[in-house]
């Protein structure tokens, strides 16, 4: 049995397929024939979905002919353009041409011949994914690492075999969105995941699926404390949460979670200096938190990847139907490998995550810093959008991104930038320290900060 498994992932020599030539062939056929299919098939189809190099470069010719308004029955024209690109000769000379593409033409589907071309691209695919999984495991990869890797690799495969099942008419659009406004009026609930944050809830119906926001700030303004009250909000109406840790420590996090709930310094929690009258309180609340749906991720002496973290969110959604991720942070997740630039790490975590949160179709919720410059002068300034733009992605990947300024004496402006689908807003709340628990500001603190927010209205973000 092992030689078996062995000689399928080695992937032997193949013979070409028949029908992978016979469906190259039928596509291009019928888009001679057809060619007011071409746009559609364009689509759906690219050069690299080909598996015979000469009939890729015929579709991408037949495509650019097309765009360019030629016309492409003319036999004669068709053949000129053959000729000069030197396609002629690679496709076996005008004859084999004739009796391959013109006169064998059937008039057929060119979507459906589209369809098996695509279908046969992503097979090929799969060959190339298990003959790379089988050398790197030969190799010395890290076993985590690499089936982090393995997983992040078939869930893009997922997604392009499944592209088809995916198209919909408008129509359809229109009532699976009609079918989701008429749930939300039914249950009462609300279009995404609550926050208990009354500005994100009221103003933009929560976090909502398929989203990746960006919580971004200086150090020490509360990142951490909002993205685990946010967590410890979604999971106390019974949804899963995943908050992956790279910075704070699960006895940290406990000691802000049972603070909340104790009014009990949580750095004297962290110390373990607390009276014996304390202690019972505190196993009052420990108690509470079992049925509480919010799992911690540490790295706990492993790599804290990109792959690791992706891997991880997509076995927690498979075993634990989490309805969000929150990610701590950005700037700290391992670059993939020793060369690769922080520019580079931040561009492709910021994809892989927005990927993610479309493949699981829950919000991630992804902590980062800002940039120095906002730290210039006396007074650090709010920050703006271009603070994230020398991290690359950040901005153009986000579909939300909240910002928090510190404004002194407990209070911080929330200011959210960006909001697909959204306006861009701020409000002003109150954080307590020893709690690490933010709460919409009492109306006098807006009066003490009237003027910052009068700014707002001309702050280019
Ligand atoms: N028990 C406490 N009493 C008073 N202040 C506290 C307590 N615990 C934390 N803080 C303060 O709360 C603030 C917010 O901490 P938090 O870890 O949420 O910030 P952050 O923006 O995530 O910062 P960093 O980037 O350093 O992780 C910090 O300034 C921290 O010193």
């Given amino acids: 049995m092992p030689n078996r498994n062995r000689s399928m992932l080695a992937g032997r020599p193949r013979?070409?397929?028949?029908?992978?030539?016979?469906?190259?062939?039928?596509?291009?056929?019928?888009?001679?024939?057809?060619?007011?299919?071409?746009?559609?098939?364009?689509?759906?189809?690219?050069?690299?979905?080909?598996?015979?190099?000469?009939?890729?470069k015929m579709f991408s010719l037949l495509v650019e002919m097309n765009r360019s308004g030629e016309h492409i029955r003319d036999q004669r024209l068709l053949l000129e353009r053959l000729r000069a690109s030197g396609l002629l000769d690679e496709l076996g000379g005008p004859r084999q041409f004739l009796a391959e593409f013109i006169d064998h033409t059937e008039p057929a589907n060119a979507a459906s011949y589209a369809a098996q071309v695509r279908?046969?691209?992503?097979?090929?695919?799969?060959?190339?994914?298990?003959?790379?999984?089988?050398?790197?495991?030969?190799?010395?990869?890290?076993?985590?690492?690499?089936?982090?890797?393995?997983?992040?690799?078939?869930?893009?495969?997922?997604?392009?075999?499944?592209?088809?099942?995916?198209?919909?008419?408008?129509?359809?659009?229109?009532?699976?969105?009609?079918?989701?406004?008429?749930h939300t009026a039914e249950t009462?609930?609300?279009?995404?995941?609550?926050?208990?944050?009354?500005?994100?809830?009221?103003?933009?119906?929560?976090?909502l699926p398929s989203r990746l926001y960006v919580i971004a700030a200086r150090p020490g303004v509360g990142k951490s404390s909002l993205a685990q009250q946010v967590g410890e909000a979604i999971a106390a109406n019974n949804q899963g949460v995943l908050f992956i840790s790279l910075e704070m420590s699960r006895q940290e996090i406990a000691a802000r979670y049972l603070a909340k709930r104790c009014g009990i310094n949580g750095k004297q929690l962290a110390a373990h200096a607390v009276s014996a009258a304390d202690l019972q309180v505190i196993e009052k609340a420990a108690q509470d938190a079992r049925s509480l749906p919010f799992l911690i991720s540490e790295p706990n002496g492993r790599r804290a990847t990109l792959a690791a973290i992706c891997a991880e969110a997509r076995v927690r959604k498979t075993t634990d139907g989490i309805a969000a991720i929150v990610v701590d942070y950005l700037q700290i997740i391992e670059p993939t490998h020793p060369r690769q630039t922080e520019?580079?790490?931040?561009?492709?975590?910021?994809?892989?995550?927005?990927?993610?949160?479309?493949?699981?179709g829950i919000p991630v919720v992804l902590l980062s810093q800002l940039n120095r410059q906002t730290e210039a002068g006396t007074k650090p300034r709010a920050p703006r959008l271009g603070d994230l733009r020398s991290s690359g992605s950040i901005e153009q990947d986000a579909d939300g991104v909240l910002f928090l300024h510190e404004l002194g004496r407990g209070s911080v402006r929330l200011m959210v930038p960006k909001m697909r689908g959204g306006e861009r807003s701020e409000a002003l709340l109150r954080f307590h320290g020893p709690s690490c628990t933010f709460s919409d500001a009492p109306i006098e603190d807006h009066d003490n900060f009237r003027a910052e927010f009068a700014d707002y209205a001309t702050d280019s973000f």
């Avoid at 050398?135 to 392009?160: H, N, T």
């Avoid at 009462?188 to 976090?207: E, R």
């Fill in 15 to 56: 013979v070409r397929d028949i029908t992978t030539l016979a469906a190259e062939n039928g596509l291009l056929s019928s888009m001679l024939l057809a060619p007011e299919m071409i746009a559609a098939v364009e689509a759906t189809l690219t050069e690299g979905d080909f598996e015979d190099p000469a009939r890729a």
């Fill in 119 to 182: 279908r046969n691209s992503v097979r090929r695919r799969m060959r190339t994914l298990a003959n790379e999984f089988q050398s790197k495991a030969v190799a010395d990869a890290d076993p985590a690492d690499l089936a982090g890797w393995l997983q992040a690799e078939l869930g893009l495969l997922q997604s392009i075999a499944s592209t088809d099942q995916h198209a919909s008419t408008v129509a359809e659009a229109c009532e699976s969105l009609l079918q989701e406004i008429r």
């Fill in 188 to 207: 009462g609930g609300s279009p995404g995941v609550l926050t208990g944050i009354d500005h994100i809830d009221g103003y933009y119906g929560g976090l």
């Fill in 343 to 360: 520019y580079e790490k931040v561009t492709e975590a910021t994809r892989a995550f927005k990927q993610l949160s479309r493949e699981l």
